[in-house]
């Protein structure tokens, strides 16, 4: 399975941007990239997903190195609502079913007022 | 639109007791998930489907069964509960492989 890394958190204040990475060293070339969060007592929400080229939406923007092999998922200011545990998730490809989205621990971001 | 729909938000099971957690979608997505989560961990696979008919096991599918009758629906039964499947579980749909999931919000469940 292709794997992915993330610190176990992070902290930012409020209105400042927060830059999460994550390491995905074995990644495929036909995996893609997606994050999703998770606030406190509620189900996990989609971000951003990309494969190669730097995506942007509303929420965040997503940063992916030439080589794949790493990401970072932006924020370009944080409030108090994107208090919340992020997940970097790679499609997982193994034993021919490309159905899956495994999911790690994530990073559990703080910010702070 | 409703989105992905969980029930019950919460219960309380006996050891060796049977239960069945329901999960609807109404957006017409082909594949459905069920993911469990520890406290203070990340989302466990149990079972997926990728369409009516068609399910198959996640990473820890030990205790628990699925079915996929209709395109709508996707229940987790849960056929002799045990401590050990105390956990949140959550339901998630999606339209195409490598798209985004929709969650539900939950069943939080616990077995005494």
């Known amino acids: 399975d292709a794997k992915t890394t993330q610190p176990n958190s992070m902290e930012s204040n409020e209105e400042e941007p927060v830059h999460l990475p994550c390491n995905h060293s074995t990644i495929s070339g036909t995996d893609y990239i997606h994050w999703y969060r998770q606030l406190p007592s509620q189900g996990p929400e989609y971000v951003i997903h990309g494969l190669t080229s730097n995506v942007n939406n509303r929420m965040a923007s997503l940063a992916i190195a030439e080589d794949r092999k790493s990401s970072t998922l932006i924020l370009h200011r944080a409030t108090l609502r994107d208090a919340a545990v992020y997940y970097c998730?790679?499609?997982?490809?193994?034993?021919?079913?490309?159905?899956?989205?495994?999911f790690g621990k994530g990073t559990l971001l703080t910010v702070n007022p | 639109n409703a989105g992905v729909t969980q029930t019950p938000k919460f219960r309380i099971l006996k050891i060796g007791q049977s239960m069945t957690l329901q999960c609807a979608q109404d957006m017409n997505h082909n594949y459905m998930y069920w993911y469990r989560q520890d406290p203070g961990m990340g989302l466990k696979l149990i079972y997926y489907s990728v369409g009516a008919g068609i399910t198959d096991k996640g990473e820890v599918p030990n205790g628990y069964n699925v079915s996929r009758s209709t395109t709508e629906d996707f229940p987790l039964r849960l056929e002799l509960a045990a401590p050990s499947q105390t956990s949140v579980y959550f339901c998630?749909?999606?339209?195409?492989?490598?798209?985004?999931?929709?969650f539900g919000s939950g069943t939080q469940l616990s077995v005494l």
């Open positions: 998730i790679l499609r997982d490809t193994s034993g021919g079913s490309n159905y899956k989205l495994t």
């Open positions: 998630a749909s999606g339209a195409v492989v490598g798209e985004k999931l929709f």
